[in-house]
């Protein structure tokens, strides 16, 4: 990535960052918080996250890029593995890591797991972020604090919560700190440079997961297959894409009782790329088993995690 030229005033940062810890500790929703609008799908299901999204946060005295990166956990497939290896190789190509742990759940393996791993990677300074605030008393906060702290040697801990806002502009300044000077890195105005068929992808991805079984979040994957306005209808999107799955049995749970759930996932994800977009959309989403694609690598190159 090159600099846009000599914009930048006197002191001005900018760098990249990236958040790491173990699946769902929020480390999607505080991306959106201090970017301060949607780019990496949220959910409740751990393993939400496929891929290193980035997102830009833009100040008149720096510009931070945060990577946010899936959860680092003990891979149990092809897909699996290709997710860990890109976690390891993004925590080598960044000015400063935000490793997340959830104030909500004691601090556990998987946690412990990460700090061993980051312990390896001495030259880039990390900063502890306890996540989730909002959910717990401020006395299991502190205590949050305290064994987070005994995990290894952060350069800084800090408690915050992406819900409520809670220091969510502290922690930009945490990392901001210790980007070296440099000037901007993308435009004013860029959110992400993530293609916008691979954003709507991951919108449609996002409803499929709402209620669905715990099994089954794992084995979803979406690909846009074409998107374009509608010929001789101004302010209407086209967007066909196709939801993948791994068995039959799956493919009836997606749909639903006479293509009810799929309806509600087709809706849900409309809304959201419509936001996205600023325009009314179309969606046409069809579903297609490709078994096993998690463990199949030209599968996995066809569904883009090459």
Not at 12 to 23: D, I, K, M, N, Y
Request: charged share 25%.
């Amino acid at each position: 990535m090159t600099s846009l030229g000599n914009t930048a005033p006197e002191g001005f940062r900018s760098g990249f960052a990236c958040f790491v810890g173990r699946p769902n500790v929020g480390k999607s929703t505080l991306m959106n918080a201090l970017v301060g609008s949607k780019v990496a799908i949220t959910s409740s299901r751990p393993q939400t996250t496929r891929r290193a999204i980035r997102g830009i946060v833009h100040r008149p005295d720096a510009q931070l890029v945060i990577v946010d990166t899936p959860g680092l956990h003990k891979p149990r497939t092809l897909l699996g593995e290709r997710l860990d290896s890109l976690v390891r190789s993004t925590l080598t190509e960044v000015d400063v890591i935000g490793f997340c742990v959830p104030a909500d759940q004691p601090v556990g393996p998987g946690d412990k797991f990460i700090a061993r791993e980051l312990a390896n990677v001495r030259r880039t300074p990390i900063v502890a972020i306890v996540t989730k605030t909002d959910l717990v008393p401020p006395e299991k906060v502190a205590e949050q604090l305290m064994a987070v702290g005994e995990l290894g040697t952060f350069a800084d801990i800090v408690p915050c919560s992406a819900a409520d806002g809670f220091q969510v502009g502290l922690v930009a300044d945490l990392l901001i700190d210790r980007l070296p000077e440099g000037h901007p890195l993308y435009p004013e105005g860029d959110l992400t440079d993530e293609p916008e068929q691979v954003l709507i992808a991951e919108l449609i991805r996002e409803a499929a997961l709402e209620g669905v079984r715990d099994e089954l979040p794992h084995s979803i994957a979406v690909v846009v297959d074409e998107m374009a306005p509608r010929e001789g209808r101004e302010g209407l999107i086209d967007v066909y894409a196709h939801l993948f799955v791994e068995r039959p049995s799956q493919k009836g749970i997606i749909i639903g009782h006479k293509g009810a759930r799929l309806r509600e996932v087709g809706a849900a994800a409309r809304q959201q790329i419509e936001a996205l977009l600023g325009t009314k959309v179309y969606l046409d989403l069809r579903i297609k088993v490709l078994k096993d694609w998690q463990r199949d690598p030209k599968q996995l190159r066809r569904l883009g995690f090459d």
